[in-house]
């Protein structure tokens, strides 16, 4: 995919879009004085995260003159305001660019845009949450190409707003767009160009194209409000599907792939306890049913992606706020904690943590996953997670929630590993934090 040097960071869970970081030369353990900050900027509002690309940070933020938000689930608020494409030096967190058109919102939820950009070959992707795609030059901002998918494509916008983080695949840009026979659509990465549609639902959902490989065959996953597709890459044609319906249309989590004992499987899973873990075939693309949760087994994943570490799940629970671990072979659950999420004790609907594996190159296998935590209490954790528990190895408060949900502050945003760094926003500031050894 083009993509920079390995300590980047240029979209969605990372280079390899996987959540892990693997960076080496970083902390083993949190000091009780504290990371240094390294620089602190004021931005506005948005759920979207960093990315981190040859020496520079690009973040999306809605900057709203007037307007109140009210983060009732299920109603829209009107606002008015800008969404901006910003662009900042990473080593100093000084502006060096932005792009900025005017955008009404119609959301629930409204503080700002949810796709964090892509970046590669010299562009920057931003999805913005009604629907408007700019490709920009990643050094100087100036616009190569736009879409409005609403215009476009007759996408309407979801009451969540736009959240599909694009995905770069070679000359391609898969982005979940919506609208009759266009849930998904790839364009021409340099000219915007449409090279194939596909897929009509009940509802775009909110999932990001996934990109898998089984049966030797590379595969787009788009996770509908109605089910699984597996499309091929470079003409959309649908290779599978599986009926997977959550309520209220929140397909979300990205579908995690894993070698494990059962041999290549997928899992996904949302709200309304719909979760299950699929066979791959080895002989062709094709997925079979193993096991569908049960009201008491799986893991229901909302706002962040869960991950399959040896024969183990691990992911934040949307019922019962809690992080927890799942035995992939039966979906039984082997532990569960609130300290990763909520910060406590308590349960809380839809707790939420953004969870990266820290795998430096030709570090050796472990029972164990090293794990950095951002949690929607601002923390930053770093734990070690195994299938016998939770064990926290350390925690640092990076920013204030600025956010709510169901009457608790939160923070909720993807944050970004690189240059032994990380780099973390809520509705006012963004700030990058020092972890170098």
């Not at 900027?41 to 938000?69: F, K």
Request: a negative charge; charged letters at 20%.
């Amino acid at each position: 995919m083009g993509v920079t040097r390995a300590d980047d960071w240029p979209q969605w869970m990372g280079p390899e879009r996987d959540g892990v970081w693997r960076e080496a030369g970083v902390v083993s353990a949190i000091p009780t004085d504290g990371l240094p900050v390294k620089w602190r900027v004021p931005v506005s509002g948005g759920y979207s995260g960093p990315a981190v690309a040859d020496g520079r940070v690009y973040l999306t933020d809605y900057d709203r003159p007037a307007g109140d938000l009210a983060n009732a689930p299920n109603d829209r608020t009107e606002l008015a305001g800008r969404e901006r494409v910003l662009c900042l030096d990473a080593e100093t967190g000084k502006l060096l660019w932005k792009h900025e058109y005017d955008c009404p919102y119609a959301i629930s939820y409204a503080s700002g845009p949810r796709c964090t950009p892509t970046v590669a070959d010299g562009k920057v992707y931003a999805l913005g949450a009604e629907g408007n795609l700019v490709c920009l030059d990643s050094v100087t901002g100036a616009v190569a190409w736009t879409k409005d998918f609403k215009q476009d494509y007759g996408a309407p916008t979801p009451i969540w707003g736009f959240c599909g983080h694009p995905l770069v695949d070679g000359k391609r840009l898969i982005c979940l767009v919506g609208g009759p026979g266009s849930v998904a659509v790839a364009f021409d990465k340099d000219t915007g160009q449409e090279l194939w549609r596909g897929l009509s639902a009940s509802e775009s959902g909110y999932c990001p194209p996934t990109l898998i490989e089984s049966a030797g065959v590379r595969q787009v996953v788009i996770w509908d409000a109605d089910k699984l597709n597996a499309l091929e890459p470079a003409t959309g044609r649908v290779l599978w599907s599986q009926p997977l319906k959550p309520m209220y249309g929140m397909s979300i989590m990205a579908p995690q792939v894993a070698d494990t004992k059962q041999g290549r499987v997928l899992f996904a899973s949302g709200i309304g306890r719909v979760g299950a873990l699929f066979a791959l075939a080895a002989d062709k693309p094709e997925a079979t049913v193993l096991w569908r949760g049960e009201p008491k087994s799986a893991v229901y994943c909302a706002n962040s992606t869960p991950f399959i570490a040896g024969d183990v799940l691990y992911g934040c629970d949307c019922d019962t706020g809690m992080l927890t671990a799942v035995d992939v072979a039966t979906g039984k659950r082997l532990w569960e904690t609130p300290d990763a999420t909520l910060g406590g004790t308590r349960r809380g609907k839809h707790g939420t943590a953004f969870l990266v594996r820290h795998e430096p190159a030709g570090s050796p296998a472990v029972a164990s996953t090293r794990t950095w935590i951002f949690s929607e209490t601002g923390d930053l954790i770093l734990a070690t997670l195994s299938s016998t528990g939770y064990v926290e190895v350390g925690r640092q408060h990076l920013l204030d929630p600025t956010n709510e949900c169901f009457g608790r502050e939160v923070v909720w945003s993807h944050p970004a590993f690189a240059g032994r760094c990380i780099f973390a926003r809520n509705d006012r500031e963004l700030v990058c934090v020092s972890l170098a050894k």
